[in-house]
Structure formats: structure tokens, C-alpha cells
């Protein structure tokens, strides 16, 4: 009251009041916004999308837009929410609420598309089913969100080789609106200059580049990383410069009002930019970061030499970096193989030589106007010359130029001389895989008939398999170093295949080929704009896929002879996936007349096989022995020469339009597609495969695998560094490749089993877990789940009662109690784990041997053939389990039976009937024991169980409980006693209630039904 009685009027104290509110309602609020300094709007949104939705509190709310949701023709406006796991709308107009909420990882189709109704909308397919949204201001930028989160939860779920390389996307709760647009925009910033993979995007400046040789200035971006400046020209002239602050010497600003910034780098080369705004704070930031990458880099430049002038090493670190690599001498090869294997003869020079010296001559006018190295001025010229084909002495570097690999190996001194070191000797999956294809690596080339060529491609795959253990080796990459090694020194080949592997091609060479396979489905969606009268002949667009795999993975090099497979990579190092692409669309259109007369598929691969026969390189220089187009000579073929120079020509002249851009959104699209049909392709081999074992319909199936799957999903969705996503690994066999724990199975138990309603329906989770679990891994897979899940709905009256039996006794069996006894029979998470884990407390040696038993992956480098074929057959011939090799149920698991016995009857509309049944059946038992025992034992030793269950006609599980409390000692001092599951059998069939109670149907549909729906329910507040 003090504080408010300095105001002088009451406007002025109520504007104070609701001040310091909003302030405490803010500072309450901290936690959920991820620290993010969110507007009022944002936190009314963020209330309205919590109360809506009732998602858990860890859900991240990343932005929200208005727009329109179509029902059929009807648009119904309302609210779009985008969080880190779910795309949610949310309308209520005149009474009539929509709500919908779709999981990013069960998006499979995500588009922009338009119509004569809709004329701009985004269309999102989802579990088959087809939603469109519109009437958004900024449509584009909502698209671009959308495809980013949904290929993030699709990285997260599906592809987890490509996720754990990426620390950034580990925690969902720190994705922000702004990080997401951030991130794309380093991802295209690196795509496009070719920086390694940790650059991220600081600042863009608009600007003016003065071009030395042209004398003019070109407008475009100047974009700064941690550790480069570059700059991309924006008035059509090509024009791009990459400059690494490792290079720079000096920084300097103009005193005039040309707001200039001067660049000053080793080599005596100068940029000048010009209308910089707020260049005197940019120089200030530029020159600190220069003093820092100095500083990291001990003013080391391990660039491509341009001049032949040796320098002296200036320090310790050099010297010793110089010392490793004289050692590392003797192992690694420090030539190319060309120079090694067909060095120039400058004495016969032929028309080809001269040529040669021409393309030659063309370049060192181009570096003498444009710079030579990493900082080189890059132009329309610089493509022009690439297209004609690069010289054979200039081909590694500017390989390594354009690929960027020759800012990896600056920043990485002797760090393939090291990991060669660590690497020989190793032996596992992929250095076998690498000895067995290394003699078939251009085995025509003398370069690899020889121990000099064979060595330095084994010492290179295997080094990259060491690196990158995740990829390792996978066919095709033998085929792309080999053609590496021949134009580059080992290390700069190994700097080029880790250029590849992991920037340029992403997820090519991993278990899946994952990125082939996108780029495949990118190339279809570019034959369909570009060739519809190929696509309309085309039956199937599969074909396409088929064909041009190796296209794609080789690079053209498998299909193409050496001396013209050579300049596709010349093209591919500069302008990336582009330049396949496009060549791919010209040897289609080259070939269109005859592929449109093919009546199948194996005629137009005949056809395509004898274009590439045919196609040459009239200016190379190589031999006639290494060429591979001159083995077909004229004579046995009537089909035309196609110089590879003129078809690449062609190619950028037809489909040079095809934008970076247009091609990085393409593959985000159909990253979604291609993983989702992978999903399917598990999905139906292991429904082929559990189908033969249960009696549940495929549809049924199918709807229980996507519930099993969606629980294991949901597990991960607000868990950071969730180990449950550890157990999905693509390479195992379709069955192993999603597993759940126990803690998900209690889950998936209550929401499906028609037992869930009993008081211990958590120790019965438990103990069918444990059954189901006979590896002892803590884990089971789908077929094991869907056994026991057929049972409960689909087994006669026997195989349910054996299933009951069974979790009674050991190993299913252990004796379980909460700690909380409020809780009653209710198991915490960490009570549960525990409880599951008991019977596996074997030696570690043992439990290695049992589970290699069991999977012949597991904890082995490779795969164990003979023991799959072992495990295969013992399923084949594995018997029905006869009853009378069940083993007997002792006094406390009989008891236990009893009383899970009396909770399953629990509000049966026959519970009467049944508990008196119930009480028969176990006083016949006892009895029977009893007569048993007196026949061997004039002792009696069931007698206080048999009153206890007798002396009432419908006892309780408490009474059964009250009696065990009561005299706890009364069956140790006496002989133990014990059924078979034939005396049990036999007596409850005795008791029509009980059979009727098991054999009651079971609407399936209805129960999964309700279970899909209740799924996401039960772990919300709604």
C-alpha cells in the first residue's frame, strides 16, 4: 500500500497493478516457453491449445496460425497448432466443435497444392486419410515449419542412424519457431558453399562484391559462419566466394561513405564489399573471430599448393605434423595413381595431348583472373569449363575444391595418417565386406591390378569404416574411391568419400540407402514434369527406380565408361545431386523415341545398356588400354556415338532451370514418403509372418501392430535420450525391429486385455511379460505380444485357462507387493522394472551365450548364418506344448491363482454363480489332495485351506488373504501340496458358470477400436 500511494491517480495505480500481474503470471510461466521471450499472443495461444488438446505439459507449442479446415467442400475456419509431436486444429463455430490431432511420424504426404476450389492449400495425408488446410497469410512459411517437424519426428522414430549424428534434435523441448527457421536456413547455407556439417548461419548482409576482372560490382548476400565468410551474387552472374577465416590476415573498414569492408587473405588476394550496413560493427565481430580461428589454427594453411614454392614450417606443431606425415610415408600413398600409372609423355603429343593442354591452358587464365584455392572467385565461366571437362592434372584439386573437402582436411591435420594407424588390423563385418570387393574396383585398370592401387583403396575404405562405424562399408563405395584415388592423393581421396558419404549424398551408404532412395523418388517427380509422354507410356513407375539405382549410388561410373564417367563427377563436385539429376532427365529425353516403342521393362534396359555402350569421351587422354568405350568398335554396332562433353551440354541447357531450392524441398517431401513405405514393407512382412500363429484376422492385426507401435512411439515423444528408441534398429530382422518394455506393456495390457479390469491387473501385466519375455532381454517383440493378446481373445477354454496356469508358476510367476500399500496392487514404473527383471540374474558370460542363441546378431560383428538356419528349423519343427509337461502348482502360487481368479469375476453379471464355482472347485481339490496325501502320509495337511474356502458360500479374495495372515506358519510346519493343471482342468470344466464366463466372445473390433482411441487419451489430461 505504500508503494501505490506515490501514484497521483488511480489510472496510473491499476496500469502498476496489472503490470506486476502480467509480470508474476510471466515468471510463473518461465518454464513451459523452453526460455523463449514469447508474446502476450503466443501465451493466450499456448492456454487455449493446453485446454483444447489436454496434451502432456512437455509438449512444446512451436507456433500456431489461423486457417481453414475442409470438411469435403465445407471450410471450417479455426486454429492450426504445430507442436514438437502433433499438428492439432481446433475450431468451434455455432455450436459444432472440430478437433483433430495427427502425429508428425504418421504423416506419409505432406504438400502444397491448389485446385479450382482451393486455390493455395496444404495437403497432409495421414494413416491413408487426406486433410487440407488453407487461408493462410503466410503459407509458405507454414509449409516450410511443417515439413521440418515432420521429417524431425520422422529422423527421431524411423531413421536413427541419421538422428544420432545430429546432437541439435536430441532435445524436443528446446524446439523454438525461430530455431527450426534458423536451422534451414544453415542447412541450405552449407549445402550451397559446401561447408563441413558443425557451420551454422550467424548473419546475412546484403551487399556489393567488387569482381577485379569484370570491373563492376555484383549485388548479393554476404552469409557468415563460425569459421567462413561467403558471399552468393544475386543478379544472375553466378558469381560466389567462400572465404575461410583461417585464410584471412586482415580486416579493414573505408573512412568514405562507401560503407566498405576489405577482406584481406594469404596469397595477396583483397575483397572489398560495399553498402555494408552497419559495417563498422561487422568488422569489429569479423576481427575477433578472425583472432580466434588464428589462434585454433596456429596460422596453419594446408590448402591445395598454388605455387610451387615450399614454405618453412614456423612452429613445434608444424614441425611435428610434417614428422607424422614423413613417417606415415612408407603406408600412405602421397601421389595420385594416374600420375603414378600414366604419366604425360610431353614428347608425343597427339590431337588429344593437345586438347588436353588447351582445357589446361583455359583454366590457368581463369585462376589468373579469378584466384586460385579455396577463395577463388567461382562464375559462370568457372561451369562452362567444368562442363567441357576438367583436366586430368587439375581434376583432385578442384575435386577437392568444389566438394568443400578441402576445408575438412585443413581443419583436420594427420587426422587420416591416425585413424589409419588405429584402423589396420581391425577385423569385423566391414573389412571382410571390403577384401572381398577390393579386386573388383575397376579391375581393367592397371592401377588396381597392381598391390600399389589394391592398398590404397583398402587403407581408405577401411579408414572411412572406422570413422564412420554406422555406415561402415556398403557396395558401391569400393567403385566411387577407386575412381577418387586415381585423380587424388590417398588422404585427399579419403577427404572427398567423407565429402560424399556425409554431406553430399546424405544417408546413401547406410543400411537402407535411405538417400538413394529419395533422390529416386525426386528423379520420378522430375520425369513427370519434364517427360509426361514417358511417364503416360510407362505402365509402372518402378521401372524408373530399378534402373537408375546405380545411377544414382555410382555416380554414373558403373553404367558409363572411366573416361566419361570422370566428367560427371566433374560435374557432380560442383553442382551436387543437380548435375545426376539432370543428366539423368537428358539420357531419358536422348533415348525417349525408343523407349516409348518398348512393350516391357527388359527392352527399355536393353535399350538404355547399348546408349551407354556408345557414349565416349573424344578428348581423353587416357590410353586405349584403360579406356573402356573404345572396346566397342564401330563395326559391331549400327548405334550413333554420343560424346558425354555434348550430352552434359545438353543437359544444363535443358534442365539447368532445376533449382537448388526446388530440389532440397522435393527431398523433404519424399523423405516422408520413402520411409513410410519402408514402415509399411516391416509392417506386412511381420503380419505375413505372426498371421500363420494366431487366430486373429489380418485386419485385426494390422490394427494391433499399429496400437503396438504407437505406444512404443509414445513412450519417446516427451523422454529425452529415450533408450526405448535404442531398440529399433533397421538392420535386424523385420520381427526385432521394434520392441517394448515392460513399462509399455502394462500399457498396451490395460488398454486391450479383456482381464484389465481385475483388481491385480498389474501383476498380471507382470507376469505375462515375464512369460512372454524367454530371452530374458527384458524385451518382446510383436509376434510374442500378439500370441498372448489371441489367447485372451480368440482361445478355447482350456488354452486360456493354461495361459493362467502358466503366469502362476515359474519362471511368469514372483511374488509381487507395492511398497506404497495405499496403492493397493498398483506398481510404480520403477516397482514394475525391477519386478520384470528379477529372473535375469545370470553370469554375463552366460547371458551372452543365451542371447546369441536366441539372435544371431546380437553382441557378434556379423551375421551367424548357421545359427539362423539352426533357429529357423527348431521353429519348424517346435511341438505343441502338452499339458502333461507343465510343471505342478505349489500352495502359495495356488493361492495366488485363486484370487486372481475371484478379481477376473469382479462385476461379471454372473459373480455369484461364479465365486460359488469357484469355491467348489477349489474345496474339490483340496479334498482330493487330502485323499491323495492320507494314501503315502496318515498326517493331513490341507485342512485349514479347505475350511476356509468351504466355510462360505461365496468367499472373497480378503477372507482367502485374512486366513494366509492369520497363520502364516500352518503350511510350513506341514508338508507341502500341490496341482496339476490336468486336476484343475478337470475340475472347472465340472462348473458350466466357469466355462461360459471363458468361452463368453469378445468383439475384437470394438476392442481395438476403443483401445486406438483411449491410447493417446491415457496419457493426457483429457
Known amino acids: 500500500m505504500k508503494t501505490l500511494s506515490v501514484f497521483d491517480s488511480n489510472e496510473d495505480i491499476t496500469n502498476f497493478v496489472q503490470g506486476k500481474i502480467r509480470g508474476l503470471i510471466a515468471e510463473e510461466g518461465k518454464h513451459c516457453f523452453a526460455k523463449e521471450d514469447d508474446p502476450e499472443k503466443f501465451r493466450e495461444a499456448l492456454l487455449k491449445f493446453e485446454k483444447c488438446f489436454g496434451l502432456p505439459e512437455k509438449e512444446k507449442l512451436v507456433t500456431y496460425y489461423s486457417c481453414s479446415y475442409w470438411k469435403g467442400r465445407v471450410p471450417c475456419q479455426g486454429w492450426l497448432y504445430l507442436s514438437t509431436n502433433f499438428l492439432s486444429f481446433y475450431s468451434f463455430l455455432l455450436g459444432s466443435e472440430i478437433k483433430l490431432i495427427i502425429s508428425w511420424d504418421e504423416v506419409s504426404k505432406l504438400e502444397k497444392t491448389s485446385n479450382v476450389i482451393l486455390t493455395e492449400s496444404i495437403h497432409v495425408c495421414s494413416q491413408g486419410e487426406n486433410h487440407y488446410f488453407s487461408m493462410f497469410l503466410h503459407i509458405n512459411q507454414t509449409y516450410l515449419l511443417m515439413e521440418q517437424l515432420a521429417n524431425y519426428a520422422i529422423r527421431r522414430l524411423f531413421d536413427k542412424e541419421t538422428f544420432d549424428n545430429d546432437p541439435v534434435l536430441y532435445n524436443p523441448l528446446q524446439i523454438t519457431k525461430r530455431g527450426l527457421e534458423n536451422r534451414a536456413h544453415s542447412e541450405q547455407f552449407n549445402a550451397f558453399f559446401r561447408l563441413p556439417k558443425g557451420e551454422s548461419l550467424k548473419e546475412v548482409h546484403e551487399c556489393f562484391l567488387w569482381v577485379p576482372f569484370s570491373h563492376f560490382n555484383t549485388h548479393g548476400k554476404m552469409c557468415i559462419s563460425e569459421n567462413y565468410i561467403c558471399f552468393a551474387s544475386q543478379d544472375g552472374n553466378q558469381c560466389s566466394v567462400i572465404i575461410p577465416l583461417r585464410e584471412v590476415l586482415a580486416i579493414d573498414k573505408t573512412n568514405d561513405s562507401s560503407k566498405s569492408v576489405i577482406i584481406s587473405i594469404k596469397g595477396k588476394t583483397a575483397f572489398r564489399f560495399h553498402e555494408v550496413k552497419d559495417f563498422e560493427q561487422l568488422v569489429a565481430k569479423l576481427r575477433l573471430r578472425c583472432g580466434a580461428a588464428s589462434t585454433q589454427y596456429h596460422d596453419i594453411s594446408t590448402e591445395l599448393a598454388i605455387s610451387s614454392e615450399s614454405t618453412e614450417p614456423s612452429d613445434n606443431f608444424e614441425v611435428q605434423s610434417l614428422t607424422s606425415q614423413r613417417e606415415c610415408s612408407k603406408t600412405v600413398n602421397t601421389e595420385a595413381l594416374m600420375t603414378v600409372f600414366h604419366p604425360q609423355n610431353l614428347e608425343t603429343l597427339n590431337s588429344k595431348m593437345l586438347k588436353e593442354k588447351m582445357k589446361e591452358q583455359s583454366w590457368k587464365i581463369l585462376f589468373a583472373e579469378c584466384g586460385r584455392g579455396v577463395s577463388m572467385f567461382r562464375t559462370k565461366k568457372t561451369r562452362d569449363l567444368v562442363v567441357r571437362g576438367i583436366p586430368e592434372t587439375l581434376r583432385g584439386e578442384l575435386w577437392m575444391l568444389f566438394s568443400g573437402a578441402v576445408n575438412d582436411m585443413a581443419t583436420n591435420p594427420d587426422y587420416y595418417t591416425e585413424v589409419v594407424e588405429q584402423s589396420l588390423g581391425t577385423c569385423n563385418l566391414a573389412t571382410e565386406e571390403i577384401e572381398r570387393d577390393l579386386r573388383r574396383s575397376l579391375p581393367e585398370h592397371p592401377a588396381f591390378q597392381s598391390d600399389t592401387g589394391i592398398s590404397a583403396l583398402r587403407r581408405v575404405l577401411t579408414a572411412y569404416a572406422y570413422r564412420n562405424p554406422k555406415i561402415g562399408y556398403c557396395q558401391a563405395m569400393n567403385i566411387l574411391t577407386s575412381v577418387l584415388l586415381l585423380y587424388a592423393k590417398e588422404e585427399e581421396a579419403f577427404w572427398l568419400l567423407v565429402a560424399v558419404c556425409e554431406r553430399m549424398l546424405p544417408d546413401y551408404f547406410n543400411r537402407r540407402i535411405i538417400g538413394a532412395l529419395v533422390d529416386q523418388a525426386v528423379f520420378e517427380e522430375l520425369i513427370r514434369d519434364h517427360l509426361p509422354q514417358l511417364t503416360e507410356h510407362m505402365t509402372d513407375m518402378t521401372f524408373f527406380s530399378s534402373v537408375s539405382l546405380s545411377w544414382f549410388l555410382t555416380l554414373f561410373i558403373s553404367v558409363l565408361p572411366i573416361e566419361s564417367a570422370v566428367n560427371v563427377v566433374d560435374c557432380f563436385f560442383y553442382d551436387g545431386i543437380k548435375a545426376i539429376l539432370q543428366l539423368g532427365l537428358a539420357i531419358l529425353d536422348y533415348n525417349l523415341d525408343k523407349l516409348l516403342t518398348c512393350k516391357d521393362d527388359a527392352e527399355a534396359v536393353t535399350a538404355l545398356n547399348r546408349f551407354f555402350d556408345n557414349v565416349t569421351n573424344k578428348d581423353s587422354p587416357l590410353p586405349s588400354n584403360v579406356q573402356q568405350g573404345s572396346n566397342v568398335s564401330d563395326e559391331k554396332t549400327s548405334h550413333t556415338r554420343v560424346d558425354i562433353t555434348d550430352l552434359i551440354r545438353e543437359s544444363n541447357e535443358k534442365y539447368g532451370n532445376i533449382r537448388y531450392e526446388d530440389i532440397h524441398s522435393m527431398r523433404c517431401r519424399n523423405r516422408l514418403y520413402v520411409i513410410q513405405t519402408l514402415e509399411e514393407t516391416t509392417k506386412q512382412n511381420v503380419l505375413r509372418v505372426v498371421s500363420q500363429d494366431v487366430k486373429l484376422s489380418l485386419q485385426e492385426l494390422d490394427e494391433l501392430y499399429v496400437i503396438f507401435k504407437k505406444e512404443l512411439f509414445l513412450s519417446c515423444y516427451w523422454c529425452l535420450g529415450c533408450p526405448v528408441l535404442k531398440h529399433h534398429d533397421p538392420s535386424?530382422?523385420?520381427?526385432?525391429?521394434?520392441?517394448?518394455?515392460?513399462?509399455?506393456?502394462?500399457?498396451?495390457?490395460?488398454?486391450?486385455?479383456?482381464?484389465?479390469?481385475?483388481?491385480?491387473?498389474?501383476?498380471?501385466?507382470?507376469?505375462?511379460?515375464?512369460?512372454?519375455?524367454?530371452?530374458?532381454?527384458?524385451?518382446?517383440?510383436?509376434?510374442?505380444?500378439?500370441?498372448?493378446?489371441?489367447?485372451?481373445?480368440?482361445?478355447?477354454?482350456?488354452?486360456?485357462?493354461?495361459?493362467?496356469?502358466?503366469?502362476?508358476?515359474?519362471?511368469?510367476?514372483?511374488?509381487?507387493?507395492?511398497?506404497?500399500?495405499?496403492?493397493?496392487?498398483?506398481?510404480?514404473?520403477?516397482?514394475?522394472?525391477?519386478?520384470?527383471?528379477?529372473?535375469?540374474?545370470?553370469?554375463?558370460?552366460?547371458?551372452?551365450a543365451e542371447s546369441a542363441k536366441h539372435s544371431p546378431e546380437k553382441g557378434k560383428g556379423k551375421i551367424d548364418i548357421q545359427a539362423y538356419l539352426s533357429q529357423w528349423q527348431d521353429e519348424l519343427f517346435k511341438k505343441e506344448e502338452n499339458i502333461k509337461d507343465l510343471p505342478r502348482m505349489?500352495?502359495?502360487?495356488?493361492?495366488?491363482?485363486?484370487?486372481?481368479?475371484?478379481?477376473?469375476?469382479?462385476?461379471?453379471?454372473?459373480?455369484?454363480?461364479?465365486?460359488?464355482?469357484?469355491?467348489?472347485?477349489?474345496?474339490?481339490?483340496?479334498?482330493?489332495?487330502?485323499?491323495?496325501?492320507?494314501?503315502?502320509?496318515?498326517?493331513?495337511?490341507?485342512?485349514?485351506?479347505?475350511?476356509?474356502?468351504?466355510?462360505?458360500?461365496?468367499?472373497?479374495?480378503?477372507?482367502?488373504?485374512?486366513?494366509?495372515?492369520?497363520?502364516?506358519?500352518?503350511?510350513?510346519?506341514?508338508?507341502?501340496?500341490?496341482?496339476?493343471?490336468?486336476?484343475?482342468?478337470?475340475?472347472?470344466?465340472?462348473?458350466?458358470?466357469?466355462?461360459?464366463?471363458?468361452?463368453?466372445?469378445?468383439?475384437?473390433?470394438?476392442?481395438?477400436?476403443?483401445?486406438?482411441?483411449?491410447?493417446?487419451?491415457?496419457?493426457?489430461?483429457?
Open 732 to 848: 535386424l530382422p523385420y520381427l526385432e525391429q521394434y520392441q517394448i518394455d515392460c513399462q509399455q506393456f502394462r500399457a498396451l495390457y490395460h488398454l486391450l486385455s479383456p482381464w484389465a479390469h481385475s483388481a491385480n491387473k498389474d501383476s498380471l501385466a507382470l507376469w505375462t511379460f515375464r512369460l512372454l519375455d524367454e530371452n530374458s532381454d527384458c524385451l518382446i517383440n510383436f509376434k510374442e505380444f500378439s500370441s498372448a493378446i489371441d489367447i485372451m481373445y480368440n482361445g478355447s477354454f482350456t488354452e486360456k485357462l493354461k495361459l493362467l496356469f502358466k503366469l502362476h508358476i515359474p519362471p511368469a510367476y514372483t511374488e509381487v507387493k507395492s511398497k506404497d500399500a495405499s496403492k493397493g496392487d498398483e506398481l510404480s514404473k520403477e516397482e514394475l522394472l525391477y519386478f520384470s527383471q528379477l529372473h535375469v540374474s545370470k553370469p554375463a558370460n552366460e547371458k551372452e
Open 890 to 1022: 505349489n500352495q502359495s502360487q495356488f493361492i495366488q491363482f485363486s484370487k486372481t481368479l475371484y478379481n477376473l469375476f469382479h462385476e461379471d453379471p454372473e459373480e455369484e454363480s461364479l465365486y460359488q464355482a469357484i469355491a467348489v472347485v477349489t474345496s474339490l481339490l483340496l479334498r482330493m489332495e487330502e485323499v491323495g496325501r492320507k494314501l503315502h502320509s496318515p498326517t493331513s495337511s490341507a485342512k485349514g485351506f479347505s475350511g476356509t474356502v468351504c466355510g462360505s458360500g461365496g468367499p472373497s479374495e480378503e477372507k482367502t488373504g485374512s486366513h494366509l495372515e492369520k497363520d502364516p506358519c500352518s503350511f510350513r510346519e506341514e508338508p507341502q501340496w500341490s496341482f496339476a493343471f490336468e486336476q484343475i482342468l478337470a475340475s472347472l470344466l465340472n462348473e458350466p458358470a466357469l466355462v461360459r464366463f471363458f468361452e463368453k466372445p469378445i468383439d475384437v473390433k470394438a476392442k481395438l477400436e476403443n483401445a486406438r482411441i483411449s491410447q493417446l487419451r491415457s496419457r493426457t489430461k483429457m
